[in-house]
């Protein structure tokens, strides 16, 4: 099928780009450069590929790209078939998409390839003894642009000097989110004039932990919560769990909302917005091994976040928390402490939160500085 859209789209005597993302979180990091890109090259065909579906489903009608697909089956043959038919004259993949046999085809048909927003630990199977093939891979890019000193220092310790420490994309993507109308219908009058906790990306050992705490605070305040998968399952669960009054987002037609102490998000591409309207944000994936999801998108609205503990794979976690703007729990003993230090303590919050707006703004520039080696 990714063969027949790539036919249908381009034809023999086009120009074209090739951008490829893992997922959404990988697009939204990589748009800001791809925008950039396409503004320089007018006269160019995009190809957009996703490796997962979430990324897919969600961007496949996507303005930036001329034709989106799934990236066939990493072999040889699909390899050489793909970079042949796209021909592009600049390919740039997204963090730690790292694909030998893609790579391998590039780097024989001489195309510019760049990495961008990578980020590598040293634990990785790159700097390992038995990492050769994706060493050699990594090889095939022309440049790669990570995120931090510690990135670039793993890969020069195997002899990749290629490297530039540009910051990570998602600091420049994130501020766009300022520039845009982030209102959401009737959560101005779900939230009053109360404090409104929003928790973002929640997974089911998080929600745990943060419905006891709804269950029994005496605090007035407001909660959101918008959950990873909003599956019936999962939300019907979520939902018998509250014992206060509660409304999913997807029934609120003819309510009226000021009633309700907790309003749930039962659909997806409105976190971004919701978070506009918190004061105290709880983002998920680091209580399990799910990953931290973006804690950026509440920092941008001067927000004090709360997190799990597994979150050492996220730089931008240990710097907020370092920062005095983050925050970690591990059980119900220590979310209750904070939120209740969040809610009560008007002074700490908004210190926090300004905290994180300025680690944002410190690391902007990403973008700025990937165009200048692009455009030489």
Not at 39 to 47: A, E, G, N, R, S
Not at 113 to 140: C, P, Q, V
Not at 250 to 257: C, E
Not at 277 to 298: M, R
Request: include cysteine.
């Amino acid at each position: 099928q990714a063969f027949k859209k790539i036919e249908s789209a381009i034809s023999s005597g086009d120009r074209s780009l090739w951008f490829h993302c893992a997922s959404l979180g990988e697009y939204e990091q990589g748009l800001p450069v791809f925008e950039e890109i396409k503004k320089d090259h007018p006269d160019h065909k995009i190809v957009l590929s996703f490796f997962s579906p979430s990324g897919y489903e969600i961007k496949k009608d996507s303005s930036i790209a001329d034709v989106v697909l799934y990236l066939p089956l990493d072999t040889p043959a699909n390899a050489n078939k793909l970079v042949n038919m796209i021909q592009p004259s600049l390919t740039v993949f997204v963090k730690n998409e790292i694909w030998p046999n893609y790579l391998k085809a590039l780097k024989n048909k001489g195309i510019k390839t760049l990495l961008i927003s990578a980020n590598f630990r040293k634990d990785e199977i790159h700097f390992k003894w038995y990492g050769g093939l994706m060493r050699k891979s990594l090889r095939a890019f022309s440049h790669i642009f990570v995120q931090d000193e510690d990135s670039k220092t793993n890969l020069k310790s195997v002899g990749l000097n290629d490297v530039t420490i540009s910051g990570d994309t998602r600091f420049d993507r994130v501020n766009d989110q300022l520039k845009i109308d982030n209102h959401v219908p009737r959560i101005d009058e779900f939230k009053g004039d109360k404090l409104c906790l929003v928790a973002g990306s929640t997974w089911p050992e998080g929600e745990a932990l943060i419905t006891k705490y709804i269950n029994s605070t005496s605090i007035d305040i407001k909660f959101i919560i918008a959950p990873h998968n909003i599956n019936n399952k999962q939300i019907n669960q979520l939902s018998n769990n509250i014992k206060v009054k509660s409304i999913l987002y997807s029934g609120i037609d003819g309510k009226d909302l000021s009633d309700f102490n907790v309003l749930i998000i039962d659909c997806i591409g409105l976190l971004s917005k919701l978070y506009s309207f918190a004061d105290i944000a709880y983002v998920g994936g680091a209580l399990g091994k799910t990953g931290l999801h973006n804690t950026l998108e509440p920092a941008i609205f001067k927000v004090p976040i709360v997190v799990g503990t597994n979150h050492e794979k996220f730089p931008e976690a240990r710097n907020m928390i370092a920062k005095g703007g983050m925050f970690e729990i591990s059980n119900p003993g220590s979310l209750e402490n904070i939120f209740n230090e969040l809610a009560e303590n008007e002074s700490f919050r908004k210190k926090a939160g300004e905290k994180n707006l300025e680690y944002i703004k410190e690391n902007q520039g990403a973008v700025v500085r990937i165009m200048d080696y692009i455009r030489k």
